[in-house]
């Protein structure tokens, strides 16, 4: 199977920085988008960014300016970039994989990691 671990959140005071990773791991032989999603408390989850496995990036307007998505296909990660951070960026952010195939399999499939706590503090 296929496994997204998350690292790099933690606590930052208001204008700072933070940089997310995600890792996947498994038989994989491709992964179409990867992207972020957070959840706030009381929130419904929302998307952060993608990106396409040529690099193709969209992001949620709350965030545009001000944070980077990138990765690396040969590795099979993901990184999030946030500057400028604000009280209301706080969430537990998610990692995606969309359309993983893996060897042996000609079904693809959808994978989450646990998620990684930021906290901003104003």
């Known amino acids: 199977q296929v496994q997204l671990v998350e690292s790099g959140g933690g606590l930052v005071q208001a204008g700072g920085s933070l940089r997310l990773s995600c890792a996947a791991s498994?038989?994989?032989?491709?992964?179409?988008?990867m992207r972020w999603y957070r959840q706030a408390p009381g929130k419904q989850r929302e998307l952060v960014a993608g990106?396409?496995?040529?690099?193709?990036?969209n992001y949620a307007d709350s965030v545009k300016g001000r944070f980077t998505i990138s990765r690396d296909n040969a590795k099979n990660t993901v990184t999030l970039q946030m500057n400028s951070l604000k009280p209301e960026d706080t969430a537990v952010y998610y990692c995606?994989?969309?359309?993983?195939?893996?060897?042996?399999?000609?079904?693809?499939?959808?994978?989450w990691g646990q998620g990684t706590q930021v906290t901003v503090s104003s």
């Open positions: 995606n994989a969309d359309r993983v195939f893996i060897r042996g399999s000609s079904v693809p499939n959808d994978y």
């Open positions: 498994g038989s994989i032989v491709s992964i179409n988008v």
């Open positions: 990106i396409t496995p040529g690099g193709i990036t």
